[in-house]
């Protein structure tokens, strides 16, 4: 459980360097996907599995993107980029038991996600992360108190510049599968 605030800053940083068009809703995204991880997209396994067999058949292969990318300081769980999966030669069908087993895994709460932001949030307005804007934290978060910090949807800057199609493995489903190259 992500019970720290170290490494984070860190992390959203790295994943600014991969994807500058971020705005506060993709970084909360990412903050969100770290803590809590997939056991909200799980609520139904046969849909989740029909959705991303749908998914699978539609995206182009991406050779150039990133096979996997750490989505928490401590890199125990990781986006998996179905693209550049694709791209690869796997077999969609492969990924079905680890995406499983990583919705199972239990990982942070609700008051972990909003310390984590927060501590994002005072490191913006200190001037400690650079890259993010800090009135657009402040105003996305003040959106998030009173939402009572619920999962997001990426920006559409994000959706449209990006095309994300990934899912959410372990880093310890991730490599008894063989998919090693997270950076």
Not at 5 to 17: I, K, T
Not at 63 to 84: F, H, K, T, Y
Not at 154 to 179: D, E, N
Request: with cysteine; proline share 9%; aromatic share 10%.
């Amino acid at each position: 459980m992500a019970a720290s605030f170290a490494g984070w800053p860190e992390l959203v940083q790295q994943h600014l360097r991969w994807y500058p068009l971020m705005e506060p809703s993709d970084i909360y995204k990412l903050l969100y996907q770290g803590v809590m991880g997939a056991e909200h997209l799980l609520s139904s396994p046969e849909a989740f599995i029909q959705q991303l067999l749908a998914e699978f058949a539609l995206i182009p292969p991406d050779p150039s993107g990133r096979l996997l990318e750490p989505i928490r300081p401590d890199r125990v769980l990781l986006r998996l980029n179905l693209c550049a999966y694709k791209s690869r030669g796997y077999q969609v069908s492969t990924l079905l038991s680890p995406l499983l087993e990583t919705g199972q895994m239990p990982l942070g709460n609700p008051a972990v996600l909003e310390s984590v932001w927060m501590g994002l949030a005072a490191a913006c307005d200190q001037g400690l992360v650079p890259g993010i804007e800090p009135g657009g934290i402040r105003s996305f978060t003040a959106w998030l108190e009173g939402a009572g910090f619920p999962p997001v949807h990426h920006s559409q800057a994000y959706r449209q510049h990006y095309q994300p199609a990934y899912r959410l493995i372990s880093a310890q489903s991730a490599h008894r599968s063989g998919l090693v190259d997270a950076g």
